[in-house]
Structures are given as C-alpha cells and as structure tokens.
DNA sequence: TTAATTGCGTTATGCTATAACGTGTGCCAT
DNA sequence: ATGGCACACGTTATAGCATAACGCAATTAA
C-alpha cells in the first residue's frame, strides 16, 4: 500500500523511517533521517529514535555502535545460526572511504565467541563486531 | 615518581588521565575523567580526548564503541597475534549490571574475520568486537 | 466502560566530541 | 643564535548524538 517493502504492522514513522534508511547506499545518523523526513511531518530527533528503537528491536534495522548510525538490515535468508529474522549475531564490514556497510554472518566466529562466554559464566545479551577499513573499490 | 604504572614518555596530562583509568574498576566517559580531574587542573572535555587519543594510539587504552566509553588495557602479555602491545584484534565482555569489562584475544575469531576480509578485498583498520550481557556474578 | 498499552508530538535538557584559535616548549638544520 | 617545525597545551565556542518528562490520542483487554 505505501512504497517499497516493509514489514506489516509498521506504523506511519516507523515506516517512513525504514524507507528512508533501506534507500540509502550508506549508513545513517538519526538526525540525518530526521533532515530528510522534516517533509514529512517529523520536527523531533525523538520521533525518529522512537522508530528506530522499534525497528532494531524488530531486527530489520540494526545499529552501528562505532559510527552511531544506523542501517536496514541486508541479511541473506540464510537459515543457519538464528537466522530468520530474529537471526543471530551478526557482523558489519564498514568502508571509511565510500561508506559501503557489507552485513555477514559467521558461523565459525559466533560460535567461538559463543564458546568463550560460557567458559566464564558470562551470559551474552547482545554482540558487535564491526570491521573498518577500505573496501576492495577504495583500497587503491 | 607518581603513582601506578605509566610508560615512559607520557605527557603530564596522559599520565593522569592513564592513571584515573587505570585504577578505575569499570569503563569511564570522558566527561566522567574529566570532573575526576578538576582537581589537577583539568577544565575542557579536549584536555581529556586529547590524552585518550594518545594512550589508545599507544594501544594502552581501549575505547568501548558501544558505551562511548575507555579502558585501560588488561591485556594478558600473551605473544599470540600481534601482541606485544601493538596488539592484534581484541574482544571485549561487558557486564550491563556491575560494568565489569573483561579483555581477551581469540585466535581463531581474529583469523576468521581477516579471512573474510581477505576473500571479500577488504581491508580491515580497526575491528571492534564487544559482548555485553551478564558476567558470572550478575548473571543469578 | 474502564484500564492498560502503545504510539505520537513537543519542549527542554544532557551527554559526547570536535573546530578553531593562540601559547609555549623542545629540537634541529641552517 | 635563530628560524622553522612538531607537538602538547589551554580556552572558547559549537556541533552532533540521545533521552527525560509532559500530555494527548488510538487500540486493545478485561
Ligand atoms: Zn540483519
Ligand atoms: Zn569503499
Ligand atoms: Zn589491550
Ligand atoms: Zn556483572
């Protein structure tokens, strides 16, 4: 009923908002959203927050703890690990020259990490990793 | 000639700030460094960031992505990876209850991602691997 | 109907980080 | 020595990221 795919029972923000970010080549910051949503209607960095909360709760946008932006979620519908949508931890290969994000899951890496947890007792409620670097077009 | 260990060569300001981490049982904002430091002259967050990004340049503290916050390093002087102190890849588990923030290097995650790197053209600069969950003691 | 839940809009505030300017000091090549 | 350079430092101002707290409206459950 409204533009491109989102999941059903998105309210109106949280759809503009995942729109705007599935669009985008490029990670984005919640004030970036913001700029392009005032269109809109959006006046508030709240108003986008409170999306994006709702969004990466739902796993179909996911945060990038060491740029503070934001991403939809390019998850291949590879059912391995908790892969659905409530899929497992993920990872992110970030270029610092084109902005690029590359989204992948490793079996191998999750479950070592997954392994060195329960060797300490250590309950893990949510994982990051992010790769920065060039990717192969910006690395000359 | 001042209190805990410092390498050699830091500045006055780095030393300070080196040593407020150090003796710091969980990871502190800079702002939190800097009203610590009120008392040794310290008045602007720059003061601060400007010391921080000397000592993680030296690789003696660690910046946690996901908390906007700093360590001191724990690191185990394990000759593993890259370490001596130019120290490979490194994970981080952090506890959300009582914020102890435990350091450790894995092998085989750390050859996994550069593998995948590898295999995709990418060039990695920095990998940010952070679990935050429930330490043994937080965890019931 | 009533109460609980959830989303929404707005204002204000707080936390995190850097820009831009000028000063001082040590070091080295001239 | 003297000029140039690199680096740390101090200060003020500003930019960028995130949430608190209020009140209202719509939806759902009891
Ligand atoms: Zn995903
Ligand atoms: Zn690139
Ligand atoms: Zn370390
Ligand atoms: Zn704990």
Redesign the interface.
């Known amino acids: 009923m409204n533009a491109p795919v989102s999941s059903p029972s998105l309210t109106k923000n949280q759809t503009l908002v995942f729109d705007v970010l599935s669009r985008s080549e490029a990670p984005m910051s919640a004030y970036t959203i913001l700029d392009k949503l005032r269109d809109h209607g959006f006046r508030a960095p709240l108003q986008v927050y409170r999306a994006l909360d709702k969004l990466t709760e739902l796993g179909i946008v996911h945060r990038l703890?060491?740029l503070n932006a934001f991403v939809a979620c390019a998850h291949r519908e590879s059912t391995c690990c908790g892969a659905g949508h409530g899929h497992g931890t993920v990872?992110f290969?970030i270029?610092?020259s084109c902005g690029q994000v590359?989204e992948?899951h490793?079996h191998?890496?999750d479950h070592?990490?997954g392994d060195?947890?329960r060797g300490?007792?250590?309950?893990?409620?949510?994982?990051?990793?992010?790769?920065?670097?060039?990717?192969?077009g910006c690395?000359a």
């Open positions: 703890e060491s990872a290969a270029c610092e590359s992948f490793d191998e890496v070592r990490l060195w947890a300490r007792g250590f309950r893990p409620a949510k994982t990051t990793i992010e790769i920065r670097g060039l990717c192969r690395a």
